[in-house]
């Protein structure tokens, strides 16, 4: 099942697509064919800088959808890169676009849009936190701490030794509680 607005698609606008971790859904540069859709594991929308370092753009898991903007370009603007196996529903781009025509399709793509937009603004805001504690507080106060310690630093921009210190000072200040291993929730 798609979520929506991408429910509202035909079913022969739809690829499924598998893929083990490592490999490319699409590279950078190639022309652009549809969105994606993830049903299960995990894939990342990577760019590289000038001096060949890949740097994380987006984080895209199971019930999400990525390179929407590919509807409206000709080519993908980044390699999309499985990195936990599992199952994805490609969209055709001339489905969507013919979607548009429908004001409910084209008014629940935008408030998904809206929200991408306010979550990625939240992150800006987040990782331009100079304090490691602070960052930390801030990502936990944002919920973004699902999965592991070291996935929570990535998406912090912080290495995991210093996300370690900072959720340790915290709980030592009585504003995290560590209930177990890897396990850490605000105080009430």
């Known amino acids: 099942m798609l979520p929506n607005p991408y429910d509202h698609i035909p079913s022969s606008a739809l690829r499924p697509i598998s893929g083990a971790v490592g490999d490319t859904v699409f590279h950078q540069g190639d022309p652009t064919h549809g969105l994606y859709v993830v049903q299960t ?19 895209a898991q199971a019930g999400t959808s990525f390179a929407e903007a590919s509807v409206f370009s000709e080519v993908y603007h980044c390699d999309a890169v ?11 781009k001339a489905s969507v676009l013919a979607a548009f025509a429908d004001p409910a399709f084209a ?7 809206a929200q991408q937009i306010q979550a990625q603004r939240q992150m800006l805001e987040i990782v331009g936190i100079r304090r490691a504690e602070d960052r930390v507080m801030a990502g ?26 900072a959720l340790r000072k915290l709980v030592q200040d009585g504003r995290v509680m560590n209930p177990s291993r890897g396990i850490y929730h605000l105080h009430p």
């Open 41 to 59: 594991g995990r894939v990342h929308l990577e760019r590289v800088d000038p001096d060949g370092e890949r740097f994380i753009i987006h984080r």
């Open 140 to 165: 936990l106060i944002a919920g973004l701490l699902e999965g592991s310690i070291v996935e929570f630093a990535a998406r912090l921009q912080l290495s995991h030794e210093a996300t370690y210190r």
């Open 107 to 113: 008014r629940a793509y935008g408030r998904q849009a």
């Open 82 to 92: 499985i990195v936990e196996a599992g199952a994805l529903i490609r969209i055709d």
